[in-house]
């Protein structure tokens, strides 16, 4: 199964990284450059089982579901219904972490797997993915280590 995977490091806890991470409505927007839309499907906060709905800023929408929320560590979600042309789709954010140059911060690591679908079409289809996919979650994994030190994303996740 092919997959991309891009990973930074930011100068907050783990704590902080997967709470980012799971922003949701106009925090969420801030900070994320490939949503243009995102909700929970009948429930008030992530966890195992939960789906989500997410429309992506270039049209796409998928319903995915939690496969495994562990705060601060990770999460894993899998589609459940989306876009034709993936037969399976899966992604995966970790948090990790790491000091360096004296400072404490946290190392990520997201991943996303997929089948391309239908089957014929993977040979053409697959390196358009690698591509498309690679450069996505490369952006989406930049904005997301610039939505660790704004303020206001970070002020909407203390409690």
């Known amino acids: 199964m092919p997959h ?3 990973e930074t490091w930011v100068p907050v806890s783990p704590e902080t990284a997967f709470a980012v991470s799971q922003t949701t409505g106009e925090t969420r927007l801030r900070w994320d450059p490939f949503i243009r839309h995102q909700h929970l499907i009948d429930a008030e906060a992530p966890a195992k089982g939960v789906r989500t709905y997410t429309r992506a800023r270039v049209g796409p929408a998928m319903i995915s579901e939690y496969v495994s929320y562990r705060p601060p560590t990770s999460v894993g979600m899998t589609m459940v219904r989306g876009p034709w042309f993936f037969a399976v789709f899966g992604g995966g954010w970790r948090f990790v972490p790491e000091q360096r140059a004296g400072v404490d911060g ?13 089957r014929w079409l993977r040979p ?5 993915g690698q591509w498309v996919l ?26």
Do not use: H, L, M
């Open 4 to 6: 991309v995977v891009a």
């Open 106 to 118: 946290c190392r990520a690591t997201w991943k996303y797997s997929y089948t391309i679908a239908p």
């Open 124 to 128: 053409v289809a697959e390196p358009i």
């Open 134 to 159: 690679g450069r996505e979650i490369r952006t989406r994994i930049a904005a997301w280590a610039r939505g660790c030190t704004d303020p206001e994303v970070v002020a909407a996740i203390e409690p």
